[in-house]
């Protein structure tokens, strides 16, 4: 059974998040919030925020149909993070030219499969 979670506008670029995703796809998740615990970007915290929330899916009973399912046998399966909406914002420039900034937003995706089921 899978467990998932998301946070859909993130105000961080999904650049700055996707090295993380790949640090922690494949793990625990227990081991994946440990190993985000000591990284130092801000994608890190939002990231650790999301696999807490899937662990939370997972202990919910109405979720699980009844079913205890071992908080430690789980494993995430999936970590995406997809571009999400962008500000557009013009930045004056020399001779009356204007450059365009882009608020990038991420969509973060978090899937946690329990390693007994697969």
Not at 1 to 6: D, E, G, N, P, S
Not at 39 to 49: S, V
Not at 66 to 71: A, E, I, M, N, Q
Not at 91 to 113: D, V
């Amino acid at each position: 059974m899978a467990f998932q979670a998301t946070h859909r506008y993130a105000r961080i670029s999904p650049r700055k998040v996707r090295p993380l995703a790949d640090l922690v796809r494949g793990k625990f998740a227990d081991e994946a919030l440990e190993i985000l615990r000591y990284q130092p970007q801000r994608g890190a915290r939002m990231l650790e925020k999301v696999i807490r929330s899937a662990l939370g899916n997972a202990q919910d009973p109405d979720q699980t149909r009844g079913r205890t399912v071992d908080v430690e046998s789980l494993v995430i399966t999936d970590a995406r993070v997809n571009n999400g909406p962008m500000f557009k914002r013009v930045r004056p420039r020399a001779r009356g030219m204007a450059f365009l900034i882009l608020r990038r937003m991420s969509h973060i995706h978090i899937t946690l499969q329990d390693l007994n089921e697969q």
